[in-house]
């Protein structure tokens, strides 16, 4: 099994910036794409930002040259480096890991974190 554990997340006010951390943790022998999502409620979830193993990334427009998506292979870990932050930028993020092999199988799945709060109010 696989958990992905997001961290990082608080209150900020508008034009401050926070980071957040998703550490993947299981018998993982790879992952190809890791992502930020958010979504407030009753709204659909939306994308933030990916990163593939081999480093490319891929932002929504909304947060392009804002955030900062990068990741440690070796440490399963993910980062977003929010800058700029807008009060529209609230929301719960969320940590995906697609494409996940885990030792010992030949099959990949998709997983999320249980997300983490960020507001952005002054």
């Known amino acids: 099994q696989v958990q992905l554990v997001e961290s990082g997340g608080g209150k900020v006010q508008p034009g401050g910036s926070l980071g957040l951390s998703c550490v993947a943790s299981g018998r993982i022998f790879t992952i190809y794409t890791m992502g930020w999502y958010r979504q407030n409620p009753g709204k659909e979830r939306e994308l933030v930002a990916t990163?593939?193993?081999?480093?490319?990334?891929n932002y929504a427009d909304s947060v392009k040259g804002r955030f900062t998506i990068s990741r440690h292979n070796a440490k399963n870990t993910m980062y977003l480096q929010m800058n700029g932050l807008k009060p529209e930028d609230t929301a719960v993020y969320y940590c995906?890991?697609?494409?996940?092999?885990?030792?010992?199988?030949?099959?990949?799945?998709?997983?999320w974190g249980q997300g983490t709060q960020v507001t952005v109010s002054s």
């Open positions: 995906n890991a697609d494409g996940v092999i885990t030792i010992g199988t030949l099959t990949s799945a998709d997983y």
């Open positions: 990163i593939t193993s081999d480093g490319i990334t």
